[in-house]
């Protein structure tokens, strides 16, 4: 998405190791016009493929996933990160790990908004390890679910979770794919 | 809001204590339609106002400030309450505490955005005590900015968050009001 691309290369900075940081308008601070274009793009991509639900992990995923669910007329559910809130206590739970945190965090959904009728789309602001789609591809397969694919902002192809996931079968749609990092640049595909 | 109220009527369940829940629709498995009305009824209340940003906190309320945000035509900022991704070390911060899971939380948002020339609108889906509204609104005064005023979808007017609110002269705007739970019922205003 040309749009999303033009913004990166403009506006994101990169922090140490290979942190791109986004959050002057994707997860921090939200342009909101960029982001129903970019739920707009999401949801065209997946269009026809009879999604039911979009899934997304707290936090920085809702924005997104509100958007693309908007445009396919779906709700979205997010997996609760932290106790917060009321959640039914009859859960589908999933482990899930933050390498850039070095932190485990255990995801959950209450056992009746995923069913073994749903075919899902898993929805994030950026792909990188992989490890939270893992862990919400996890939590639709133990509701007995499909997943339709994967769809994010920004896919950092050079960590591993884009390959994993395709190499699962799973289609994955990234809106602008970061390819390396080099000298402080941001590097991206086509 | 007459859809909202009929939604909570039909759908919401009371919980322990005065708990409601409304994850069924509001906050775990969200209705976008409905949330993008909501965000339409609250962006016309303050529309005149001049609001310049969006501001709550992770996570339940993110879905109803991004389409108030959308109508209104500005970005959307949530306070993080976790350590998850990326954020700018140089953070405006405020202690909150949830009474229903007796827990403290630091709430905090970068410098970079939130400054003295902003009016923020503050949007959450549920008031109740006010913790949260009265640490976002620590954070904008600590920028030294303007609050327009609070957005929620749902106050519960037997808790004290509304009055404190008001009493300190900020407008604050629900999409409905629950004034009790008696006997299991939910009994909303007017």
Redesign the interface.
């Known amino acids: 998405m040309e749009e999303l691309k033009r913004r990166i290369l403009s506006d994101a900075m990169v922090?140490e190791g290979d942190?791109i940081?986004v959050?002057?308008f994707l997860?921090?601070?939200?342009?909101?016009?960029l982001?129903?274009r970019m739920g707009a793009v999401l949801a065209k991509r997946y269009r026809g493929e009879r999604v039911t639900?979009v899934l997304t992990a707290?936090?920085?995923g809702?924005?997104l996933a509100?958007?693309t669910?908007?445009a396919l007329?779906?709700?979205?559910?997010?997996a609760?990160?932290?106790?917060?809130?009321?959640?039914?206590p009859d859960v589908y739970s999933a482990e899930t790990h933050?390498f850039?945190?070095d932190?485990s965090y255990t995801l959950r959904?209450?056992r009746?908004?995923l069913t073994e009728d749903d075919n899902v789309l898993l929805v994030d602001d950026i792909l990188s390890n992989g490890q939270t789609m893992l862990s919400l591809l996890e939590l639709v397969s133990k509701a007995g679910g499909e997943v339709a694919g994967v769809g994010v902002a920004i896919e950092k192809s050079m960590r591993e979770g884009g390959r994993v996931l395709r190499r699962m079968g799973i289609r994955v749609e990234a809106l602008a794919t970061v390819e390396a990092i080099e000298h402080g640049q941001i590097i991206l595909a086509d």
Not at 73 to 78: S, W
Not at 80 to 88: A, E, L, V, W
């Open positions: 922090g942190i940081r959050d002057m997860n921090h601070c939200m342009d909101m016009d982001m129903e639900k707290e936090s920085s809702i924005a509100c958007f669910a908007k007329g779906v709700p979205v559910i997010y609760k990160k932290f106790q917060t809130g009321y959640i039914d933050s850039s945190l932190k959904v209450s009746k908004y």
